[in-house]
């Protein structure tokens, strides 16, 4: 799916509801969903298996391809335009919805032939990009169960590894040509040393050189966290340590690489990250319906807040070709009881999202969380200019 638009006035919604309804259940297409490069993800790191939305001015990614999907009461009826369609729950109308224009950096290709969506996709109005597309837990025991990192390859929609240079060019053409805001960098573990972190700061130098948008690396803590001001000289502005789960027992059954490296080892990168960063500008994702309680959950949100780090909490969205690809996200009521406790604690902390310079907690769509941060004044309100237009 591209990017829809449901009009303020028109979705007659609790936003808070339809957003974490939409993320847990998913939307069903009928007329066809949008097609063409880049314009769903059926696999890879981020928001594989999504569309993105606009709801009243939230950002949104939107499950469209798992096996629950076909039970949603959410239906996007497209027009036979293609270009526009109507949403609906159990066949009642919430609003229209029009689809967001193709990228325009997704008509063009480097000197070489290489298309620029094999090198970075549009995110909404942030720039992403799987920058080494292996791992080196990836076909061993060792492989995170909700990560798809290897299909995106298999499948021929992206190229191994970005270079400084490709990511350069399509990041200067996401500024110019799409809007783009920031650059969301995220990469497999290509090895158990600096974990990627001195290549990423030659691909964030670069795009900082061609385009001057911000960006955020997302990576695993290397064990020498001089890295971190390293990352920061090279123009990074804003860093991803995601732990993903807090209890120990579920992290060593569905993370153990991470597990191996061990919870304290995160705590520790996360507070020499803030030092470097600021608070705030370091962040970890939190993923729900892997077997935890809201408790551990509010526990690993403390644990984070507390030390300036941001906690993004998201549904598991079971991705095709990864170890949970049949499992359903978590219950709508699950994810908004954590949604609820956790937005008071950011605000109590004043780190509410908009405060983020780059990357996942900037643009915030892989969450309903920056709808629940509007009742403390934050979260993201108000679709870019050429959005709304
Ligand atoms: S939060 Fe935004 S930038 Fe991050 S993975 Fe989701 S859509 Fe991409």
């Avoid at 123009?235 to 732990?243: D, K, P, R, S, T």
Wanted: hydrophobic share 40%.
């Amino acid at each position: 799916m591209s990017t829809t638009r449901i009009p303020p006035s028109d979705t007659g919604f609790d936003i808070k509801t339809l957003a974490v309804e939409l993320q847990s259940l998913g939307v069903r297409t009928r007329g066809g969903t949008p097609t063409g490069p880049g314009a769903t993800r059926a696999g890879g790191a981020g928001p594989s298996d999504a569309g993105f939305v606009w709801i009243d001015g939230a950002p949104l990614t939107v499950p469209v391809h798992g096996d629950y999907v076909s039970r949603s009461p959410y239906e996007l009826v497209m027009h036979s335009s293609g270009k526009a369609g109507r949403l609906l729950r159990d066949g009642v109308e919430i609003g229209p919805v029009h689809l967001h224009p193709r990228p325009r950096i997704y008509d063009l290709e480097t000197a070489d032939g290489v298309p620029y969506w094999k090198i970075a996709l549009m995110h909404l109005d942030s720039l992403a990009s799987t920058v080494f597309q292996r791992c080196v837990y990836w076909g061993t025991d060792e492989q995170c169960h909700f990560c798809a990192i290897g299909t995106s390859l298999a499948n021929g929609r992206t190229v191994p590894v970005k270079t400084p240079a490709l990511l350069a060019e399509v990041a200067e053409a996401a500024a110019r040509l799409d809007g783009a805001k920031d650059v969301t960098l995220t990469t497999g573990t290509p090895n158990r040393d600096d974990r990627g972190a001195a290549y990423m700061a030659r691909c964030a130098e670069a795009i900082r050189e061609s385009s001057g948008l911000p960006v955020q690396v997302q990576l695993e803590p290397p064990h020498d966290f001089g890295w971190f001001a390293r990352l920061k000289d090279s123009g990074v502005e804003a860093l991803g340590l995601h732990l993903e789960v807090w209890d120990e027992d579920v992290l060593r059954r569905v993370a153990p690489g991470k597990h191996a490296q061990g919870r304290e080892l995160y705590l520790s990168a996360w507070e020499a990250a803030v030092e470097v960063f600021g608070r705030g500008q370091v962040s970890t994702y939190f993923i729900l319906g892997l077997g935890e309680s809201a408790q551990s959950v509010m526990e690993g949100c403390r644990a984070a807040i507390d030390r300036g780090v941001y906690p993004f909490v998201v549904p598991l969205r079971p991705a095709p070709g990864s170890i949970v690809a049949h499992e359903t996200p978590p219950s709508v009521d699950y994810m908004r009881e954590v949604y609820e406790m956790v937005a008071p604690l950011l605000a109590d902390a004043e780190m509410l999202s908009q405060g983020a310079r780059a990357g996942c907690v900037r643009c915030q769509a892989c969450s309903a969380l920056s709808t629940f941060e509007r009742a403390f004044g934050g979260g993201r309100d108000g679709q870019p200019a050429e959005e709304a237009a």
